[in-house]
C-alpha cells in the first residue's frame, strides 16, 4: 500500500478496522539532541548510485547529507553501513515496509550482518501489512529482538557495530518507490543513544504493559 494515498481516520473508523486508539507514553514529548558536526552532501538518482557515491570510510562526527530519487528507499541507506561493518544492534522505524525487505532483514540476521534487531512500526501495520507482521514476528525475536505498533511515522535506523554507532534518518520508508526522497547518515555514539533511550522506552500497542 502506498502510504501518500492513506486518508485520514477518526477515532470510530480506527475501531472499525482494528486499529488502537493512541494510548500515553513516557517518552512521547519532543526530544532534540544538538552536536557539531560535519557535512557532506550527496545525489543520487538509483540505490546503486548511491551506494557509489558514498565514501568507502564514513567518519566519526561527520553527517551525509543525500537527496535522491528513482529506486532508493531507507533500506538503502542500511546497506551502505552494512558495506562498511557488521552491527551487534539495530533498530529501524518506519511506517510500512515490503515483504522483500522483510526477508532481507532475515537474510542479515541468519548471516551475521546484525545480531540484534529491534522494529518500530506504524499503527495501521499490523491490520494493513499482514503478512509482513507476521514474518516479522517470527523473525526478530529469534534473535532477541523487539517488534512493536505505536502512534509512530518516523523513519529511522540506529545502530552499533565494530568501527562505528550511527543514526540515519529518511523521508523514505522501507518499501521502494520513484519518489524524490532525502536522507542522512551522521557518525557518531551520540546520536545511536539518543534513539535508543527513546525508542527503548515506547509502550507498544501490542505488547502487555
Known sequence: MDDWNLKLWNDDELEEINIPKAKPNK????????RSTKNEYRRAY??????DV??????DGYSYNYITSGDVDALSYLKIILR???????????????????????????????KTCDAYLGE???????????KLNEVIPKFGGRVTTFMNHSKIFAGIGDK???GIQ??????TNPRTENGCITIGHDIYQFYKDYFDDIHGFNENI
Open 27 to 34: 517518552r512521547r514529548s519532543t526530544k532534540c539532541l544538538e
Open 124 to 134: 495501521i501495520f499490523k491490520g494493513s501489512y499482514r503478512n509482513e507482521w507476521e
Open 164 to 166: 562505528f554507532a550511527f
Open 54 to 59: 558514498t565514501p568507502k570510510e564514513l567518519k
Open 84 to 114: 562498511q561493518q557488521n552491527l551487534n544492534y539495530c533498530l529501524f522505524s518506519t511506517w510500512c515496509m515490503a515483504c522483500d525487505d522483510v526477508l532481507q532483514i532475515e537474510e542479515w540476521l541468519k548471516k551475521g550482518k546484525i
Open 46 to 51: 538509483s540505490e546503486t548510485q548511491l551506494l
Open 170 to 175: 529518511t523521508s523514505a520508508n522501507i518499501n
